[in-house]
């Protein structure tokens, strides 16, 4: 009797342990699987919108530093294909590898430190190039290209120095066994990565500082635009200002909300050590808004407009019954 009570727990409880694990492996694979779509997302997109700002003729102006930043996000959607692909078609494969091994075999642990760095740092800059031209508008004065360039510079070689930072842990880490999947938090050492999470991080919030800056100083030019010498030439030019500031304020935005944020909650649960089903969210949504800025650049573009114009005729044309 004891013994077919206890069979019958046994079975119960194997039962139920093999489907909590399915629900788990189910949940796992289908956040990988988005972060595939959302990374494929992000390079389409991306390339889109680089292709349209260089058909503008914007990219060699204020879209500039802002093109940098969807270049991070075409890397980092590059890196989430890549890295999550393996992933899937290697579910469960058990295998064992070094740090150092997964970077020289795998391009994503590469990917994901340029890319984030060069968004977190674009980012930044982006934000000091609207304080500046706001302030110069103010002034009356044009804006400097070159202080643009020298940022440019600054951003790209910022990013290459943590790149090579990341190596150089991964390299002191040779000799230490992990799991084949090469996760981030296993190939760099703890150093590193807490203090290429807490840049990104950080760079996030001052950059969200800096426009708030940016759009108190715009406010005060509106209310004092009648002072100037010449207040419509001075009214056309906060217009401009404001549309651009608008526009890249959504990127600041959609960056700060749902990329810091999940990187707060990212170094949140690898300092306790643990793993939450909130983390794999924050990190999707994270993907998610590798593409947001982009599509929203497309949408509002004068092209757009265009050819929502010519649809609309068109199908307003076919719609129109002749009268007898």
């Given at each position: ?14 039962k139920?342990a ?13 956040t ?6 959302f990374g ?6 991306n390339c ?23 270049a ?21 494969v ?16 590469t ?44 951003c790209?070689?910022l ?24 996760y ?15 840049c990104?991080?950080?760079l ?49 935005g ?33 993907a ?8 929203y650049?497309i949408?509002t573009?004068?092209i ?5 114009k010519?649809?609309?005729?068109t ?10």
């Amino acid at each position: 009797m004891l013994v077919k009570m206890y069979n019958e727990t046994h079975l119960n409880y194997s039962k139920n342990a093999s489907n909590l694990f399915e629900k788990k492996s189910l949940f796992v694979l289908s956040t990988w699987t988005l972060r595939v779509v959302f990374g494929l997302l992000a390079c389409l997109t991306n390339c889109f919108y680089l292709i349209l700002t260089i058909y503008e003729k914007s990219i060699f102006k204020s879209q500039k530093i802002v093109a940098v930043n969807a270049a991070g996000c075409i890397i980092l959607g590059i890196g989430l294909v890549e890295a999550y692909l393996l992933r899937i078609v290697g579910y469960q494969v058990p295998g064992v590898s070094t740090p150092f091994h997964c970077i020289l075999a795998n391009a994503h642990p590469t990917m994901y430190s340029l890319g984030e760095l060069l968004t977190a740092y674009s980012l930044l800059f982006v934000s000091i190039d609207r304080l500046i031209a706001i302030r110069q508008t103010k002034l009356l004065k044009a804006v400097n290209e070159t202080s643009r360039n020298y940022m440019l510079i600054a951003c790209i070689i910022l990013s290459l120095i943590d790149l090579i930072c990341m190596w150089i842990s991964a390299y002191l880490l040779r000799m230490k066994t992990i799991p084949a999947a090469c996760y981030r938090s296993h190939v760099v050492g703890r150093s590193y990565y807490l203090f290429h999470f807490s840049c990104c991080i950080l760079l996030a919030y001052c950059s969200l500082c800096f426009y708030i800056i940016g759009l108190i100083q715009l406010k005060s030019a509106f209310k004092n635009r009648l002072k100037a010498a010449n207040p419509l030439i001075q009214k056309l030019r906060l217009n401009r200002e404001s549309l651009v500031t608008k526009k890249t304020f959504i990127l600041i935005g959609f960056t700060v909300l749902l990329q810091g944020i999940p990187n707060t909650l990212r170094i949140y649960f690898f300092l306790n050590k643990n793993h939450s089903w909130i983390s794999d969210i924050a990190l999707t949504i994270n993907a998610f808004a590798l593409s947001l800025y982009a599509i929203y650049y497309i949408v509002t573009s004068d092209i757009a407009k265009s050819v929502k114009k010519k649809v609309t005729s068109t199908f307003h044309r076919n719609s129109v019954t002749p009268q007898f």
